[in-house]
Structures are given as structure tokens and as C-alpha cells.
């Protein structure tokens, strides 16, 4: 009897334990930063030597310009783009209108086309690349925070399974590089968590800012894999998932990386 009751608390403790372990919140991850050599992190620290802030000021100058059949920039409706502070954390957003997620690119078409009745950007141009980082780095520090309950359920599921699935010449998936190995050194590069939360990121070897998609893309291409299109579906679910992820971390656009 003594032994079954031995049993029972000891199956007790580990039910207690698990129950712990499941209650504490997970580390918070290192970023892209955290493992990048000293002088690429002090251009990242400095708005001034940072490359990437040529596309801030891009941002900027676009947030004010006039452009579209309404007669309006975003300046008209929105005012000072600090009413932009903390919005983009929340994105991919579901929207009921288009029955699935947007990401801030999405958003800012959306306001070109529909309420500017302007032209859309290209994806990885410099005006909307521009726009993005702009109104990320209104967001600098704050902590990412999507949503993946009710309507975005489904969409952060196929952008797990994306994540999970290997593909590609080497049958390689994101995680067996980004979860599996953080911290192990490929080729010339330390592999890291693989987060978005400094995009749009001035990547040394682009010589130039670009967007997650576009990141995405290197990572299928590098395992031989068919890259999908920035946009798509496929990569708006990816990002979803990547970004519920790192939920918590601090935003860093426009981040700098080798
Ligand atoms: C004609 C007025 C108008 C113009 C012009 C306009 N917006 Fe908006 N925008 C709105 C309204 C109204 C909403 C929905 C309500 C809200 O969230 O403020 C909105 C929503 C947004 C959102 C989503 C906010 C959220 O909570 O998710 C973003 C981001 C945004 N606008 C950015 C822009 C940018 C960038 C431009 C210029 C390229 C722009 N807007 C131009 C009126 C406008
Ligand atoms: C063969 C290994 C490998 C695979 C598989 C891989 N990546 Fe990467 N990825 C890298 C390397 C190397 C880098 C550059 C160093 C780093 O940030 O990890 C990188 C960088 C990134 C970054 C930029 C991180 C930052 O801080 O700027 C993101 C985001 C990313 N990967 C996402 C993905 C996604 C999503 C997939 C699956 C579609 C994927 N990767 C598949 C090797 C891989």
C-alpha cells in the first residue's frame, strides 16, 4: 500500500511538474542581433550610420506626399505618424473583407488603392519598403503581439505546417535549421532563431533593405526548394506563424544584418 501511494504522489509531482513547466512563459528568444559580430550591431544601434534609415527617410518623405485620384497622403487622414506607435505588432491581421490575413504591406496597398485611389507599390520597392520600415520603427522596442485566435486559427496552422514541412533538394524545413540549431555555425553565417522582428532588415550581402518574403525566399532557394511569391498566401501564413513565434520580442526596424 505504501508503494502505490508512493506511486500515486510521485505520478502526482511529475502531473505538477508538467503543469509548471507548461505555465512558464517561454525565454524570451534571441534575435538576429543578439548573435551578430560588434560592428554590425553598432550600425544596427545608431540611426545615423544605420543604412537602412536612407528607406526611413523614404517613409517619411511618402507618408506626406499627395498621390491618388482622392487627393490625399496619409498625413490627411492619419496626421502625425505617431498614431502609427504599436500598429504594426498585431500584423498578419485577419480582415473579414479579404477572408484572410494581411500583413502591413497588404494594409498599406489596401490604403493606397482603396482610399487614396492611388497605384499600388511593388512589394520590394523602395517606397513601400520605405513605408514599412517607417511605420515599424514607430513601433521600435515594443513587444510583437499577433493574434492567432477565432478567424486567424486556420492560417497560423497552415503557416505552422509550412514551417514544420521539409522540402526542397536538401529535404531541409525551417526548423530543422531555426529550432533545431540555433547558435551552430553554416558556412560563414551562426544560424539564429530565424524572427522577423526586424524587417524590413538592410541585409551587407543585399547592400540594400528587403522584406521577410524576400529572406523567405533565400531560405527555400538555399535548400533548393521553388520559392513562393512575396505575398503569397503561403509566405502571409509563414509569416503569421513566425511572428506569433516571437511574440514578445521587442521590435528592432530596421535591423542590420550580414
Ligand atoms: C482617406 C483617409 C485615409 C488615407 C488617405 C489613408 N488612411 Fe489609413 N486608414 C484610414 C481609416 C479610416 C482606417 C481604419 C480605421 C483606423 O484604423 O484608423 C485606416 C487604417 C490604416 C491602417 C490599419 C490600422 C490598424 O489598426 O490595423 C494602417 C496601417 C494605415 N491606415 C496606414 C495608412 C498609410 C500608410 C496610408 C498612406 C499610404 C494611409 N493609411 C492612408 C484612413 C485613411
Ligand atoms: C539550411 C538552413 C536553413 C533553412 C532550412 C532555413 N533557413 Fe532561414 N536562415 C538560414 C541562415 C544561415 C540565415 C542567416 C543567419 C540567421 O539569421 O539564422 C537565415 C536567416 C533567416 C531569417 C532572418 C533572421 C534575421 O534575424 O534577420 C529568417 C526570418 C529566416 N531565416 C526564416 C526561415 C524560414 C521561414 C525558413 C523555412 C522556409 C528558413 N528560414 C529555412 C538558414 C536556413
Not at 498614431?83 to 504599436?86: L, P, Q, R
Not at 497588404?106 to 496597398?109: F, V
Not at 521587442?250 to 530596421?254: D, K, S, Y
Given at each position: 500500500?505504501k508503494y502505490?501511494?508512493?506511486i500515486t504522489?510521485?505520478?502526482g509531482?511529475?502531473?505538477?511538474?508538467?503543469i509548471?513547466?507548461?505555465c512558464t512563459?517561454?525565454p524570451?528568444?534571441?534575435?538576429g542581433?543578439?548573435?551578430?559580430?560588434?560592428e554590425t550591431?553598432?550600425?544596427q544601434?545608431d540611426?545615423?550610420s544605420?543604412p537602412a534609415?536612407?528607406w526611413?527617410?523614404?517613409?517619411?518623405?511618402?507618408?506626406?506626399?499627395?498621390d491618388?485620384?482622392?487627393?490625399?497622403?496619409?498625413?490627411?487622414?492619419?496626421?502625425d505618424?505617431s498614431?502609427?506607435?504599436?500598429i504594426?505588432t498585431?500584423?498578419p491581421k485577419?480582415?473579414a473583407?479579404?477572408?484572410k490575413?494581411r500583413?502591413?504591406q497588404?494594409?498599406?496597398?489596401y490604403e493606397?488603392t482603396?482610399r487614396?485611389k492611388?497605384?499600388a507599390?511593388?512589394?520590394e520597392g523602395?517606397?513601400?519598403?520605405g513605408?514599412?520600415?517607417?511605420?515599424?520603427?514607430?513601433?521600435?522596442?515594443?513587444?510583437?503581439?499577433?493574434?492567432?485566435?477565432?478567424e486567424a486559427a486556420?492560417?497560423?496552422e497552415a503557416?505552422?505546417a509550412?514551417?514544420?514541412?521539409?522540402?526542397?533538394?536538401l529535404d531541409?524545413?525551417c526548423k530543422n535549421?531555426?529550432m533545431d540549431?540555433?547558435g551552430?555555425k553554416?558556412?560563414?553565417n551562426?544560424l539564429?532563431?530565424g524572427?522577423?522582428n526586424?524587417f524590413?532588415?538592410y541585409?551587407?550581402?543585399?547592400q540594400?533593405i528587403?522584406?521577410?518574403h524576400?529572406?523567405f525566399?533565400g531560405?527555400?532557394?538555399?535548400?533548393?526548394?521553388?520559392?513562393y511569391k512575396?505575398?503569397?498566401?503561403?509566405?502571409?501564413?509563414?509569416?503569421l506563424?513566425?511572428?506569433?513565434?516571437?511574440?514578445?520580442v521587442?521590435?528592432?526596424?530596421?535591423a542590420v544584418?550580414n
Open positions: 500500500m502505490t501511494k508512493y504522489s510521485a505520478a509531482l511529475l502531473g505538477l511538474g508538467a509548471l513547466v507548461a512563459p517561454a524570451t528568444m534571441k534575435t542581433y543578439d548573435y551578430a559580430i560588434p550591431q553598432a550600425m544601434d540611426d545615423f544605420n534609415f536612407v526611413v527617410d523614404i517613409g517619411e518623405e511618402q507618408w506626406s506626399t499627395v491618388g485620384e482622392a487627393g490625399k497622403s496619409c498625413e490627411s487622414c492619419h496626421g505618424a498614431s502609427m506607435k504599436g504594426s498585431s500584423y485577419y480582415s473583407e479579404d477572408g490575413m500583413t502591413l497588404h494594409q498599406i496597398n493606397r482603396e487614396m492611388a497605384k507599390w511593388k512589394w523602395d517606397e513601400m519598403l513605408m514599412a520600415s517607417f511605420i515599424k520603427n514607430q513601433s521600435k522596442g515594443m513587444p510583437l503581439n499577433v493574434s492567432i485566435e477565432g486556420p492560417f497560423y503557416g505552422k509550412f514551417y514544420m514541412q521539409r522540402r526542397g533538394g531541409m524545413s535549421c531555426h540549431y540555433p551552430v553554416i558556412r560563414a551562426v539564429t532563431n524572427l522577423p526586424g524590413p532588415t541585409r551587407l550581402k543585399w540594400k528587403g522584406s521577410l524576400r529572406r525566399r531560405c527555400n532557394s538555399n535548400i533548393r526548394a521553388t520559392p512575396q505575398g503569397s498566401d503561403e509566405y502571409t501564413n509563414l509569416e506563424f513566425l511572428t506569433h513565434r516571437a511574440n514578445g521587442a521590435v528592432e526596424t530596421p544584418r
